[in-house]
């Protein structure tokens, strides 16, 4: 492919994102929820915000901040899981809420706003939900997927910008001050409206790596090199064979790694994004290793079938070989089941939940994977300036097989060829949410973990901060808010 897309491939990519959606009933209505919400307070982390705006100082409920600890935590979150009186079918589905911890002077505050899409504001004036959601089916129509662009997944600071990411879109620049949505990103005219996923990777010297996904004229991956600057340095499709949702990869000192799990989309469906996948264990996991000066794949490896959306790390070895994290699941169950239980006001959660694991990808063409971790692991964070090197830090919410409710309890640091060395247990009435690592000093993994969670005893969002080298003492600081927030997904940290 040429350094630039030509227009007609750009809209011919478009074009077929995302897939059709059917016309149909959401999860429910409001008053259904609240009663659900009645009956069991562990829903109150999938209700609708109860403002737009938030903005409050947080309480201290123990401990002491450390004086070092100055910045912002920026978190994004599905947040308007109802509107006009009806339901999301998934919890991935609401509107995008942009919240904001910042640290200063021995004190936190919090603010928190609702991103008001273009999406939203077409809801908006025509009165009612009408655009489709990654699982509950709309009847609006689709020019391209901004359309559908609800914000909601996670956040970006690079080069003077502070953006708003969604899977399956444009980033969405955010006003820093006013948390107000702005416009679209536009890289280079010819990527304009191309998807830009929700893990971009920043290396240590500022290049941002990317990936997206198109379904037309055939299923392609999109690869984007950004500078330091923010210019777009080069952009490229992929043809991948079969492919469906492909959340995260990994960055090594000389390539970008996918593991492209057999849960594929099939447009002939006509369904919702999600319901437009079928699960086919018979493709296997296929590893696309590209090169990152052409964006060109040099590398396939075959893996047994697993699902998953989370990677830690990767690095490779002097003879080539690359070793990576990730966690994975037998099968999509998680996604497509329990966040829709969820939804519809049943804290079930009864799939097979993520290990953590690692795979090794020779340079002869074979590959192995193999538990890293015992118990299940999610939302895997590791000492951003480790990014493309070889780690030996991964921090993540551990949990167990089994049990009723949120599957993950626990603050876990993980060492990947030792398994879990150190961690925290959150209490049956606080649910933790994605933690993320601060640096401090040189060494890997030195600094604190920031921890938000949701405690459904006192009805309010909170946050822990933790002394990352030692989680089993428990959080140097606790504080708490005076409302709840809805749980989120992914978030980063900017330092003062």
Same mark, same amino acid.
């Given at each position: 492919?040429?350094p ?10 478009l074009? @077929?994102?995302p ?10 209505t ?6 659900a +919400? ?13 403002a737009?705006?938030l &903005?409050a100082s ?16 920026w978190r ?6 109802? /509107?006009?009186?009806?339901?999301y079918? =998934?919890?991935?589905?609401?509107? @995008? ?12 505050? =919090?603010?928190?706003?609702? +991103? ?5 504001r077409?809801?908006t /004036?025509?009165?009612?939900r ?14 391209g997927? $901004?359309?559908?662009n ?10 003077? /910008?502070?953006m708003?990411?969604w899977?399956?879109? &444009?980033a ?6 006013t ?7 536009v ?6 409206? +191309? ?8 290396e ?15 299923? &392609? ?13 080069k952009?490229?499709?992929? $043809?991948?064979?079969p492919?469906?949702?492909?959340h995260?990869?990994?960055v090594?000192?000389?390539h970008?790694?996918?593991?492209l799990?057999?849960f594929? *989309?099939?447009?002939?469906r006509?369904?919702?994004?999600? %319901?437009?996948?079928?699960?086919r ?6 590893v696309?290793?590209?090169d ?8 396939r490896h ?7 959306? =989370? =990677? ?12 990576? %994290?990730l966690?994975?699941?037998? %099968?999509?169950?998680?996604v497509?089941?329990d966040?829709?239980?969820v ?14 694991r ?14 890293? #971790? ?8 590791? %000492? ?11 921090f ?12 993950l309890?626990? #603050?876990?640091?993980?060492d990947?060829?030792r ?18 690592f601060v ?5 890997e993994? $030195?600094g604190?973990l920031i @921890?938000?969670f949701? $405690?459904?005893r006192?009805?309010?969002?909170? *946050? ?5 080298s030692r +989680? ?16 989120g997904l ?6 003062a």
């Amino acid at each position: 492919m040429s350094p630039e897309l030509s227009r007609r491939t750009a809209l011919r990519a478009l074009a @077929g994102l995302p897939v059709l959606m059917s016309a149909g009933a959401f999860a429910g209505t409001r008053e259904d929820f609240a009663g659900a +919400l009645a009956r069991d307070p562990r829903l109150l982390g999938f209700a609708t915000a109860r403002a737009e705006t938030l &903005s409050a100082s947080l309480t201290t409920l123990g401990g002491r901040l450390p004086p070092g600890l100055a910045g912002t935590l920026w978190r994004n979150g599905p947040a308007e899981h109802e /509107r006009f009186g009806h339901r999301y079918r =998934h919890w991935f589905d609401g509107d @995008g809420m942009v919240q904001v911890f910042a640290f200063a002077d021995g004190s936190a505050t =919090h603010r928190a706003r609702i +991103l008001d899409t273009p999406k939203r504001r077409r809801e908006t /004036r025509a009165g009612k939900r009408v655009m489709p959601a990654f699982g509950t089916p709309g009847a609006g129509s689709l020019t391209g997927p $901004d359309d559908m662009n609800a914000a909601n997944t996670s956040m970006l600071a690079h080069a003077g /910008r502070l953006m708003a990411l969604w899977e399956g879109g &444009s980033a969405l620049e955010v006003d820093p001050e006013t948390l107000a949505a702005g416009k679209f990103v536009v890289w280079r005219r010819d990527a304009a409206g +191309l998807p830009f996923s929700a893990h971009p990777k920043v290396e240590p010297d500022g290049t941002l790596w990317n990936i997206g996904f198109v379904t037309r004229p055939r299923p &392609s991956l999109v690869l984007y090199r950004i500078d330091r600057s923010g210019r777009l340095v080069k952009v490229n499709l992929v $043809d991948a064979g079969p492919l469906g949702i492909v959340h995260d990869f990994v960055v090594t000192a000389r390539h970008l790694v996918l593991l492209l799990p057999p849960f594929v *989309l099939e447009p002939e469906r006509h369904a919702t994004f999600l %319901d437009s996948h079928l699960w086919r264990p018979d493709l296997g996991t296929r590893v696309l290793t590209v090169d990152k000066n052409t964006l060109e794949p040099v590398r396939r490896h075959e893996l047994p079938p697993g699902f998953h959306f =989370h =990677h830690g790390n990767g690095w490779e070895e002097a003879d080539g070989t690359i070793r990576l %994290d990730l966690c994975q699941s037998p %099968d999509p169950s998680f996604v497509t089941a329990d966040l829709r239980n969820v939804m519809s006001g049943a804290m079930r959660f009864g799939s097979a939940h993520p290990r953590y694991r690692r795979a090794v990808l020779r340079p002869d063409g074979t590959a192995a994977i193999e538990d890293a #971790a015992s118990g299940v692991a999610e939302f895997p964070r590791i %000492d951003p300036r480790r990014t493309g090197r070889r780690h030996r830090a991964v921090f993540a919410l551990a949990g167990d097989e089994g049990g009723d409710g949120w599957p993950l309890r626990r #603050a876990a640091r993980i060492d990947p060829e030792r398994g879990e060395t150190d961690g925290w247990a959150y209490p049956p009435h606080q649910v933790p949410e994605e933690h993320v690592f601060v640096p401090r000093g040189e060494a890997e993994g $030195d600094g604190w973990l920031i @921890g938000p969670f949701l $405690d459904t005893r006192r009805r309010a969002a909170g *946050l822990n901060v933790f002394e990352a080298s030692r +989680l089993s003492e428990g959080p140097l600081w606790r504080g708490v808010l005076p409302y709840p927030v809805p749980l989120g997904l992914h978030g980063i940290f900017t330092p003062a």
